[in-house]
């Protein structure tokens, strides 16, 4: 989509789809509306998967204040401007999108639909909208890249403390023919998380969300001969639903029993680095010449140090909410950043919900925004198709925003459309 004509635009076409077939009685797949699109998607999913997708941290002020800064922005649309003909499309890294969305990594996507991550990859490649494969993935990144075509994708890394993982699931990423690494700096440690905590439920232990290192040979190649001894015993009747699902997971990785035990010990061993600092850039730099990305910058200073150390773009987030209570909106972060980050692109995620959502980023700096929350619930509520429905809503949405605006490309938002 390099600009649209007027009957196929994104906003038009998709209204007229659902209108025409609902006239005769077809609804749309998924509510359109996002808060009830997600209480559709909250009474589908079971209590612990709704608890581990819709939670946050803390009293989840965070979740909050990431809707509130968007929420708190004003557009101001001009009017008697031609808008017949209208250009959506961002480039990066010599990519040309055709509306300026991606789908942000989510992991463990089995506990909501049993597709997972494929139908998220088929829906995104339909779609012509980059996916960024998880590092918590419950389908490799090999599967999902052969289901995508020439689709784009990028690949989100979690920098683990064992280096030749990093170097091997990197170096994979390049194969499956990802055009950047995401690295995520905000989860070196597991936020602290009372709906997770208090179901007393974490997906990894039973095997859920390892794909990505259940089927990389280096990773394999150093699961013990049995489970290290913590000190902490597992009590209670989930003991068995538990067994069950380490057995299943082992079944699928050609992985007996003992060894499932003893992989789960070995990533939750080794999978965060709390010691990751700006140094280690340079490292991932000799292991990959795919474009790198800092995901979880928040600070200006730290987007000055991004662009000092030579990484290729920025993504502020703030991993909606799920790590630190209390913290800043990605959206009040962004001015700021996009100032300090010396022409580097500046994505964002975190309490996105719609396409006015979408332009308002894009107006305060943002080069593209990534969603995560929303195609889950179309992908709990429908799988691909709804994963497709939430896309071509949001799109839809951002197209019809840019134009009663009284603006004919996305690259021409900036600030002068908020009030204030």
Same mark, same amino acid.
Request: glycine residues 8%; proline residues 6%; charged residues 20%.
């Given at each position: 989509?390099?600009?649209?004509?007027?009957?196929?635009?994104?906003? =038009?076409?998709?209204?007229?789809?659902?209108?025409?077939?609902?006239?005769?009685?077809?609804?749309?797949? %998924?509510?359109?509306?996002?808060?009830?699109? $997600?209480?559709?998607?909250?009474?589908?999913?079971?209590? $612990?998967?709704? *608890?581990? !997708?819709?939670?946050?941290?803390?009293?989840?002020?965070?979740?909050?204040?990431?809707?509130?800064?968007?929420?708190?922005?004003?557009?101001?649309?001009?009017?008697?401007?031609?808008?017949?003909? =209208?250009?959506?499309? /961002? #480039?990066?890294?010599?990519?040309?999108?055709?509306?300026?969305?991606?789908?942000?990594?989510?992991?463990?996507? $089995?506990? %909501?639909?049993?597709?997972?991550?494929?139908?998220?990859?088929?829906?995104?490649?339909?779609?012509?909208?980059?996916?960024?494969?998880?590092?918590?993935?419950? /389908?490799?990144?090999?599967?999902?890249?052969?289901?995508?075509?020439?689709?784009?994708?990028?690949?989100?890394?979690?920098?683990?403390?064992?280096?030749?993982?990093?170097?091997? /699931?990197?170096?994979?990423?390049?194969?499956?023919?990802?055009?950047?690494?995401?690295?995520?700096?905000?989860? #070196?440690?597991?936020?602290?998380?009372?709906?997770?905590?208090?179901? +007393?439920?974490?997906?990894? &232990?039973?095997?859920?969300?390892?794909?990505?290192?259940?089927?990389?040979?280096?990773?394999?190649?150093?699961?013990?001969?049995?489970?290290?001894?913590?000190?902490?015993?597992?009590?209670?009747?989930?003991?068995?639903?538990?067994?069950?699902?380490?057995?299943?997971?082992?079944?699928?990785?050609?992985?007996?029993?003992?060894?499932?035990?003893?992989?789960?010990?070995?990533? #939750?061993?080794?999978?965060?680095?709390?010691?990751?600092?700006?140094?280690?850039?340079?490292?991932?730099?000799?292991?990959?010449?795919?474009? !790198?990305? &800092?995901?979880? !910058?928040?600070?200006?200073?730290?987007?000055?140090?991004?662009?000092?150390?030579?990484?290729?773009?920025?993504?502020?987030?703030?991993?909606?909410? =799920?790590?630190?209570?209390?913290?800043?909106?990605?959206?009040? *972060?962004?001015?700021?950043?996009?100032?300090?980050?010396?022409?580097?692109?500046?994505?964002?995620?975190?309490?996105?919900?719609?396409?006015?959502?979408?332009?308002?980023?894009?107006?305060?700096?943002?080069? +593209?925004?990534?969603?995560?929350?929303?195609?889950?619930?179309?992908?709990?509520?429908?799988?691909?198709?709804?994963?497709?429905?939430?896309?071509?809503?949001?799109?839809?949405?951002?197209?019809?925003?840019?134009?009663?605006?009284?603006?004919?490309?996305?690259?021409?938002?900036? *600030?002068?459309?908020?009030?204030?």
């Amino acid at each position: 989509m390099t600009e649209t004509q007027p009957g196929n635009a994104p906003g =038009r076409l998709r209204q007229m789809q659902i209108y025409v077939t609902g006239a005769g009685g077809k609804r749309p797949t %998924v509510p359109v509306a996002p808060h009830l699109l $997600e209480q559709a998607a909250i009474r589908k999913m079971t209590p $612990e998967a709704a *608890a581990y !997708i819709v939670g946050g941290a803390g009293s989840e002020t965070t979740i909050r204040v990431n809707r509130a800064a968007f929420e708190r922005h004003r557009i101001v649309p001009r009017v008697l401007r031609d808008v017949s003909r =209208r250009d959506l499309s /961002v #480039t990066l890294f010599g990519r040309r999108h055709p509306a300026p969305v991606l789908l942000d990594p989510v992991g463990v996507l $089995e506990m %909501v639909h049993p597709e997972a991550d494929l139908a998220v990859a088929r829906a995104a490649a339909a779609e012509n909208i980059a996916y960024v494969f998880s590092n918590q993935a419950s /389908v490799s990144m090999e599967q999902c890249a052969a289901a995508m075509g020439d689709a784009p994708r990028w690949f989100q890394l979690y920098w683990s403390s064992d280096d030749d993982f990093v170097r091997s /699931v990197v170096a994979r990423a390049e194969k499956c023919s990802c055009e950047a690494i995401a690295v995520t700096l905000d989860t #070196t440690l597991l936020g602290w998380r009372p709906r997770d905590l208090d179901a +007393a439920y974490l997906p990894f &232990l039973r095997g859920l969300g390892l794909a990505q290192y259940l089927s990389d040979p280096v990773f394999k190649s150093k699961i013990p001969r049995s489970p290290p001894e913590t000190g902490v015993k597992p009590r209670g009747f989930d003991l068995i639903s538990t067994a069950l699902s380490l057995r299943r997971k082992g079944k699928q990785f050609d992985l007996s029993m003992q060894q499932m035990r003893a992989a789960v010990a070995h990533f #939750t061993a080794t999978y965060s680095r709390p010691d990751l600092n700006w140094a280690d850039l340079k490292r991932l730099r000799t292991m990959t010449k795919l474009p !790198i990305l &800092l995901k979880g !910058i928040r600070h200006a200073d730290d987007a000055r140090l991004a662009y000092q150390h030579g990484v290729d773009g920025i993504i502020v987030s703030n991993h909606g909410g =799920r790590q630190v209570d209390g913290e800043v909106a990605t959206l009040d *972060a962004l001015p700021g950043i996009v100032s300090a980050a010396s022409g580097l692109p500046v994505l964002l995620d975190s309490g996105v919900r719609s396409g006015s959502d979408v332009a308002k980023a894009l107006a305060l700096g943002a080069t +593209a925004v990534l969603i995560g929350r929303p195609y889950v619930y179309g992908l709990a509520l429908a799988g691909e198709t709804g994963v497709r429905e939430v896309i071509r809503n949001i799109v839809a949405e951002f197209d019809l925003t840019l134009a009663l605006a009284g603006l004919a490309k996305a690259s021409e938002l900036d *600030a002068s459309i908020l009030a204030g």
